[in-house]
Nanobody, 127 residues
Framework: QVQLVESGGGLVQAGGSLRLSCAASGRSFSNYAMAWFRQAPGKEREFVAAISWSDRSTTYTDSVKGRFTISRDNAKNTVYLQMNSLKPEDTAVYYC????????????????????WGQGTQVTVSS
């Protein structure tokens, strides 16, 4: 019954912007942190950004700090990733997911800390 659907990916030139959305259904995730991960061909899935359940803190991997912004709209059960100043190395399939722990005070950055993965949305940045 639980489903996460990522959207908003596409092809963009370096320096451009995209806004990714992750719409959840089946249950409310307002009491759980949510995160974005990405996976490039031949590489393991890596952490990108997370937002706490309380919407009062965010965490980013160093390579996207200052360029990406994660946000959420609990009324819509949706999390977003605003991606600016995109670089070719940002090319990957982007996935959203939900923290396994109810109302965790600090976010985790490892894949094993999350569950309910979406199908992913492809982001391709040309040079």
């Amino acid at each position: 019954q639980v489903q996460l659907v990522e959207s908003g990916g596409g092809l963009v030139q370096a320096g451009g912007s995209l806004r990714l959305s992750c719409a959840a259904s089946g249950r409310s995730f307002s009491n759980y942190a949510m995160a974005w991960f990405r996976q490039a061909p031949g590489k393991e899935r890596e952490f990108v950004a997370a937002i706490s359940w309380s919407d009062r803190s965010t965490t980013y991997t160093d390579s996207v700090k200052g360029r990406f912004t994660i946000s959420r709209d609990n009324a819509k059960n949706t999390v977003y990733l605003q991606m600016n100043s995109l670089k070719p190395e940002d090319t990957a399939v982007y996935y959203c997911s939900v923290d396994r722990v109810f109302r965790r005070l600090v976010v985790v950055t490892t894949r094993t800390g999350y569950d309910y993965w979406g199908q992913g949305t492809q982001v391709t940045v040309s040079s």
